[in-house]
Each structure stands twice: as C-alpha cells, then as structure tokens.
C-alpha cells in the first residue's frame, strides 16, 4: 500500500476515534471504502496500526482532495450521529490539505451534507467542478 493510501485510510481511523465512541458501523465503513479503492482488510489494519503517515496535500491533486474529505464526512454520518468533534476533524482536515481559511466550514459543511444524503464521489465532484 503507498504513503498517500496509508495516510488515506489513517485519516479515516482519526475520524472513527474523535468521538471516542467506535461504532460498528464506522468500521463497516471503513473495510468498505478499502474494498471500493481495491484495498485489503489486512492492509487497511496495517495502515492503522502502524500510524506513521498523514495525507499530505503535497501528493494530492485537487480532486484527490475532495475524495479524501467526501471518504472523511462519510465516516463522520456511519454511526448516524454527527458530532462536534467529527465536525472539527473535518474542518482540521480540510486546512491540513491546504483549503483557505475562509472557505473551510462550507467545504466541510457542503460534503457532509451530500455524504448525509448518500450521494456517491463521482456526483461530488460534478457538482463541485461545475461550480
């Protein structure tokens, strides 16, 4: 597995673990989302037992990006419950990728809004480039 799928998948475990409460459906949804990037169970415990590495912004493109947060707003909606502590990952994450300031709580507002309403990456992305 590379770095940036390692970091990947370590970014998603932080954001299972913010609310201190693990739900077996973060978990579901964690193996899920390796199963659709091609990734195995072993490999995605790897990654999260062996936490050595974050997605960095320097190896993602622009859309890269946006999958990173859609995967993480995602996981924030797997239990049912978004919290002020998920939201805060969020908003932490998309500064960490090197979103301004200013137009981080709506980055971070508009992706968990379509991760709540089940919409898929590829939709995202359509939305967001037609912008």
Same mark, same amino acid.
């Given at each position: 597995? *590379?770095? @940036?799928?390692?970091? $990947?998948?370590?970014?998603? /475990? #932080?954001?299972?673990?913010?609310?201190?409460?693990? $739900?077996?459906?973060?978990?579901?949804? %964690? /193996?899920?989302?390796?199963?659709? @990037?091609?990734?195995?169970?072993?490999?995605? #415990?790897?990654?999260?037992?062996?936490?050595?590495?974050?997605?960095?912004? *320097?190896?993602?493109?622009? *859309?890269?990006?946006?999958? $990173?947060?859609?995967? %993480?707003? +995602?996981?924030?909606?797997?239990?049912?419950?978004? =919290? =002020? +502590?998920?939201?805060?990952?969020?908003?932490?994450?998309?500064? +960490?990728?090197?979103?301004?300031?200013? /137009?981080?709580?709506?980055?971070?507002?508009? !992706?968990?809004?379509?991760? &709540?309403?089940? &919409?898929?990456?590829?939709?995202?992305? @359509?939305?967001?480039?037609? !912008?």
């Amino acid at each position: 597995m *590379d770095e @940036k799928i390692k970091g $990947h998948f370590l970014g998603l /475990y #932080q954001m299972i673990i913010s609310d201190t409460e693990v $739900h077996p459906k973060e978990l579901e949804l %964690l /193996y899920q989302i390796g199963k659709e @990037k091609g990734i195995s169970e072993q490999d995605i #415990q790897n990654a999260i037992l062996s936490p050595n590495n974050f997605v960095s912004a *320097d190896l993602l493109n622009d *859309d890269e990006k946006i999958e $990173h947060l859609f995967d %993480l707003a +995602r996981m924030a909606w797997a239990d049912g419950v978004l =919290d =002020d +502590r998920e939201i805060q990952s969020m908003n932490s994450a998309c500064k +960490r990728l090197g979103f301004l300031e200013e /137009y981080v709580d709506e980055i971070s507002n508009f !992706l968990l809004e379509q991760a &709540k309403a089940g &919409k898929n990456i590829n939709d995202v992305l @359509k939305t967001i480039n037609n !912008l």
